[in-house]
């Protein structure tokens, strides 16, 4: 089965550079939405800020999972 993946996983490494940095784009439209969203909500309703910002970290860091996984496999792509 290792060696399966490994066939599959055998393509240029600049063109999983290419792969990478539009799968980061969707991750970084993600966070600036969120933030915009905290932004607007506070502004709307200051006192709720604590709320919004907890609600917006851990937003972030599901969003910025995405573009781990993006760069793992991006590594595993191009064989590095």
Do not use: C, H
């Amino acid at each position: 089965m290792s060696n399966l993946f490994l066939a599959q996983t055998d393509i240029n490494p600049g063109l999983a550079l290419i792969g990478y940095g539009l799968g980061a784009i969707g991750p970084g439209i993600g966070v600036g939405l969120i933030f915009a969203a905290v932004i607007n909500g506070t502004a709307r309703q200051p006192e709720a800020q604590g709320k919004l910002m907890n609600i917006a970290w851990q937003t972030f860091v599901l969003v910025e999972v995405l573009a781990l996984i993006g760069m793992v496999l991006y590594f595993l792509a191009s064989g590095g």
